[in-house]
């Protein structure tokens, strides 16, 4: 009778004991689960370009797609990538990184360099350049031709031919930047002399601004006074 019980206590203690090693187990795999949620959303944080979005805009956001854009001459160019705000269907701000391309074509990513959000029900562009810790504010759009044309600047979509098709302009200029024509022309009305003219157009990621200060397209204007035509 005793090595009944004898061995009843023995088999009670060793079912308790399993059941103590599997609840311990178990609570181990939670805690393994919870650091690597962490360890995921401390690196999004980490970037730079992440940060400021969030920073921004101060609510749920999330990154949408990307697309690499490379000056042919430098092989050296930059990755935009979509920032959806609040899960909505459409991107609304952009984060610019630059990128590097070696000869077999690997690339690297570098730092964060500019933040674009573009508030479509405003009309307002907002530019971070993070050189610069510049930042600026384009809120007549409507006056901008690319605005209109490239439903109201899809830089995803569109940034790559509005970049590619530059003439008289380079890469990083259409970037952000901006670029200057100069021409003689005769004077109307008087005969035998001339003036010079320029085009100002500035860019953000390809795409043409108004100018900063009222409507229309800015156009030539006159770069010196009249001299006789040579």
């Known amino acids: 009778m005793k090595k009944i019980q004898f061995y009843s206590l023995l088999f009670i203690s060793l079912m308790m004991m399993t059941i103590g090693l599997i609840a311990c187990t178990n609570d181990e795999a939670v805690v393994s689960d919870e650091n690597k949620e962490t360890t ?13 979005a969030l920073n921004f805009y101060k609510t749920s956001i999330t990154l949408g797609e990307s697309v690499d854009l490379i000056d042919p001459d430098t092989k050296q160019g930059v990755t935009i990538t979509e920032i959806k705000v609040n899960n909505e269907a459409r991107a609304r701000g952009y984060v610019v990184k630059k990128v590097k ?37 384009f809120s007549n759009l409507p006056y901008s031709e ?17 970049v590619t098709a530059a003439k008289g302009c380079g890469f990083w200029k259409r970037m952000w930047g ?35 200060k009222g409507g229309g397209t800015g156009g030539w204007a006159p770069n010196s006074g009249a001299y006789p035509c040579q």
């Open 178 to 212: 901006r670029c200057e024509w100069h021409k003689t022309e005769p004077i109307p009305g008087s005969p035998g002399y001339c003036i010079d003219t320029i085009l100002i157009i500035e860019y953000r990621l390809g795409f043409e601004l108004p100018p900063r």
């Open 40 to 52: 995921n959303f401390a690196g999004k944080t980490s970037d730079e370009g992440y940060s400021y």
């Open 146 to 162: 690319d605005y209109k044309n490239t439903e109201k600047f899809d830089f995803i979509k569109y940034t790559n031919q509005q």
């Open 101 to 137: 391309t070696d000869v077999v074509k690997q690339v690297k990513t570098d730092p964060f360099l500019l933040f674009a959000d573009v508030n479509r029900e405003k009309d307002v562009l907002t530019v971070y350049d993070a050189n610069t810790g510049k930042q600026e504010i």
